[in-house]
């Protein structure tokens, strides 16, 4: 099955909409997980091995607008600068767009605005693909499900799934081999004192992928065989720290999960680090302060910057340790559903 084939059985005979003929514009916020996403079973489809957790970042994340354009080739401006054809961006969107054009050969004005840098492991294409597949469905008239939506995001970059809401989001597993039961939704519980901190040591782009180190771990880390029944478990752990808002377990947990993650990755073949010496001396900093009694974790995905987890009421103590923080509060501000 390819993706291709996966978006027939998603559009039916809406396939053959027409573009409406104006832009169309929309944001989705990026994701960070607290239970991660680590490897595939199916590298096509972007079906992943595990279920996964994570939260959204309110404001943090992507808008997208876009409209049909009477050239031959797709338009791409990101962050008001115009795309290369021959960059690597440019080609992975557009070999998305190429999936929905198979009624006429349309092409694509896109104009993407992120708050967030790119590909520095703060998830940017995650809002990415999930802005894109709103658009689309704006563009197209699809009116799809939030179900389908999530799918449609998936096929662009698997995180992306998880980006469609607010708060708290899963992504469950599924079986089939259409990846039709392999979705996101929404959790119904909150956390109004939750905050994240960005804490950006590199805004460079890494050298290994996410994509890339996924798929090295799983075939070569000696120690991937135990992942998956970690994730199992960390899943139930922290959706039960989540509801009864007990923040030493969820921070423990989250953390743990992103460390046990980046074992995985140290252990596979050539190995993957991507802690800069900054991003360990940070890391030492948090493990003391939380020796000395300050409710403080963090959360790390495929780079080297590190992603803090405190309470509200902390917020003042965290701005004098790291006073280059970004701070997010999560279920503040929400604009999307
Ligand atoms: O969706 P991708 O291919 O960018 O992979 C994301 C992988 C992690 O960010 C490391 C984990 C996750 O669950 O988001």
């Known amino acids: 099955m390819n993706k291709q084939q996966v978006i027939q059985l998603i559009l039916k005979d809406k396939i053959n909409n027409m573009p409406i003929n104006t832009d169309v514009k929309a944001y989705a916020p990026t994701n960070i997980a607290l239970c991660k996403y680590w490897g595939k079973r199916n590298q096509i489809l972007n079906l992943p091995n595990t279920e996964s957790l994570s939260i959204s970042m309110a404001t943090k994340g992507t808008t997208t607008s876009i409209k049909v354009i009477d050239k031959a080739y797709d338009c791409l401006i990101l962050n008001d600068h115009e795309i290369n054809q021959s960059s690597s961006f440019?080609?992975?969107?557009?070999?998305?767009?190429?999936l929905f054009r198979t009624s006429a050969p349309y092409h694509f004005q896109i104009k993407t605005q992120t708050n967030l840098p790119i590909a520095a492991g703060l998830a940017s294409s995650a809002s990415g693909f999930a802005a894109m597949a709103l658009a689309l469905n704006a563009l197209f008239q699809w009116e799809l499900t939030d179900t389908e939506l999530s799918i449609l995001a998936r096929l662009g970059s698997g995180s992306a799934c998880r980006s469609l809401w607010h708060g708290f989001v899963e992504w469950q597993l599924g079986q089939r081999e259409d990846g039709l039961d392999c979705y996101a939704y929404?959790?119904?519980?909150?956390?109004?004192?939750?905050?994240?901190?960005?804490?950006?040591?590199?805004?460079?782009e890494k050298q290994v992928s996410s994509r890339e180190a996924m798929q090295r771990t799983v075939t070569t880390s000696p120690y991937y065989a135990t992942w998956p029944q970690l994730v199992k478990k960390n899943m139930l752990q922290l959706k039960e720290a989540i509801r009864s808002h007990h923040f030493h377990e969820f921070g423990k947990i989250a953390e743990s999960n992103a460390l046990a993650m980046h074992s995985t990755m140290h252990t596979a073949w050539p190995p993957i680090h991507y802690n800069l010496p900054i991003t360990q001396a940070y890391m030492k900093q948090i493990w003391q302060l939380r020796a000395d009694g300050l409710p403080l974790y963090f959360t790390q995905d495929a780079g080297p910057n590190l992603k803090l987890l405190?309470?509200?009421e902390d917020l003042q103590i965290l701005q004098h340790y790291f006073?280059?923080?970004?701070?997010?509060?999560p279920f503040k501000e929400w604009k999307l559903k």
């Open 90 to 98: 440019y080609q992975r969107l557009t070999a998305y767009l190429d």
């Open 310 to 312: 405190f309470l509200k």
């Open 323 to 329: 006073p280059e923080l970004i701070i997010i509060e």
């Open 186 to 204: 929404p959790l119904i519980h909150t956390w109004p004192s939750l905050c994240i901190g960005l804490l950006i040591v590199s805004e460079h």
